[in-house]
């Protein structure tokens, strides 16, 4: 067992940590209860942590999580699933700066109490989660810098994706990003 692992390891004792901010590089969780994380963990913000999918499927069955923020290359494989049964008192999730992933699946019955979703700066991912029809509980949905074919596909009326957002009360879009803008930053690389 790594350091790291060891210093996550202590945290699971803390019944009474709610809120985590974790900010460097986790990859593969410990096989114990919760990964390692307090058992009422209902906030958690993690950063640069290259999280594995089965890293990602422990962070699924945390049973009070209700806010979740992966930014900037928390999360190093390219498909992200999400897996039915899994998140089940997910309110908000923000995926953000995650370059890696290019295709991500909501399975029916995953995030069933999710009310917000936010995905930006996800240089290339191509369309929105495979499955997000099935999370009827979502109101807002936020699109930022993302690029110009992926806003294209949740375009009213006319996208290829509208039909699995349509019954989103709120869709806000930010900040729409070219192709070559992309490239002359190296994003996505």
Not at 12 to 32: A, D, S, T, Y
Not at 111 to 119: D, S, W
Request: with cysteine; proline share 4%; glycine share 6%.
């Amino acid at each position: 067992m790594t350091e790291k692992m060891v210093k996550l390891l202590v945290f699971q004792e803390h019944e009474e940590l709610c809120e985590m901010n974790l900010h460097g590089r986790i990859g593969k969780l410990p096989v114990v209860p919760n990964g390692g994380f307090p058992p009422n963990i209902t906030k958690l913000y993690l950063s640069q942590s290259k999280l594995t999918k089965s890293s990602f499927s422990v962070l699924e069955q945390l049973l009070k999580l209700r806010f979740l923020t992966i930014s900037d290359q928390s999360y190093a494989e390219k498909e992200l699933v999400c897996r039915a049964g899994g998140f089940l008192q997910l309110e908000s999730l923000e995926i953000d700066k995650i370059d890696e992933i290019e295709r991500w699946v909501v399975e029916e019955g995953a995030m069933p109490m999710l009310r917000t979703l936010t995905i930006s700066y996800c240089g290339w991912l191509a369309m929105l989660p495979e499955g997000l029809q099935h999370v009827k509980s979502l109101q807002e949905l936020l699109l930022k810098s993302l690029r110009e074919s992926f806003l294209a596909r949740v375009r009213e009326g006319e996208g290829e994706d509208w039909w699995m957002v349509k019954h989103i009360p709120k869709i806000i879009i930010q900040d729409v990003i070219n192709v070559q803008a992309l490239a002359a930053v190296g994003w996505g690389n």
